[in-house]
């Protein structure tokens, strides 16, 4: 079970974070199910939105 | 004549006084009671007293079970949807970290940063305890995703402590 997750990529991980993070903050901050559910959708399209735009933004640095 | 009688032998101070005392003579149970007993404000606040402090303990007990295992103070409490989600979150978080050889930090770290790891860490409840029974061989730090599953498991425990924050205040009654 490792070995799979060893090759697993930081695009990877964080997607599944921000899975699990947006579910986290829906339970917490909304009460309905419906509104948890919109709510877990849009964060978590924002974490990606806003980590590949600060991928992007780190990108020249790193070269 | 003998109720005109009466009315004029009743004695002066009763009918000198003042309205509010003219009515609790005609109604004297209430006086007497309030004589007796304790007045009504010390008896309520008292009453509100012992319950609110059975309410804090039973509040303590659900975050205690939340924190122990996650989502048990919210099931406990019949919210069975945070129930659900914060134990998806919080075991998917931690579960994802051991499998990316994540660094679980012993109470025994000898510096802050390690002593605030395991606080982080800690917070995740059984599936910090599940790690460190599994986890013999201990953590992976050549790999990169060893860092990664770290920051997993201290995200899945401080996930944790918000949720038995937020079991804690549901069961005081200071959010819904």
Redesign the interface.
């Known amino acids: ?2 070995a ?3 090759h ?1 990529g ?1 695009f990877a ?1 964080m997607l ?2 921000g ?3 947006s ?2 903050l ?3 901050t909304r ?1 309905t ?1 419906a509104e ?1 559910v919109r709510y877990a959708i849009r964060t978590f399209l924002l974490f990606i939105l806003i980590g590949v735009a600060i991928a992007w933004i780190m990108y020249p640095i790193s070269r | 004549m003998n109720e005109a009688a009466d009315r004029f032998d009743s004695p002066p101070p009763a009918e000198a006084a003042p309205p509010e005392s003219a009515a609790q003579t005609t109604n004297p149970e209430p006086q007497c009671a309030a004589s007796n007993a304790t007045p009504p404000d010390r008896v309520h606040a008292g009453f509100r007293r012992g319950k609110s402090s059975w309410r804090e303990m039973f509040a303590l007990a659900f975050a205690l079970a939340g924190w122990m295992v996650p989502g048990l103070g919210h099931a406990l409490l019949g919210r069975w949807g945070r129930a659900v989600g914060f134990f998806l979150a919080v075991g998917g978080l931690a579960v994802t970290g051991l499998l990316l050889s994540g660094y679980l930090f012993t109470p025994q770290s000898g510096d802050a940063f390690g002593t605030l790891g395991f606080l982080s860490e800690a917070g995740a409840g059984v599936f910090y305890f599940a790690g460190r029974f599994i986890e013999s061989a201990g953590p992976n730090l050549a790999r990169a995703s060893g860092e990664i599953g770290t920051r997993f498991i201290a995200t899945a425990g401080i996930v944790n402590l918000l949720a038995v924050l937020d079991a804690f205040e549901i069961a005081r009654g200071r959010r819904y």
């Open positions: 079970m490792h799979a997750f060893a697993v930081h991980t599944l974070f899975l699990f993070v579910v986290a829906a339970c917490l009460r199910a948890r």
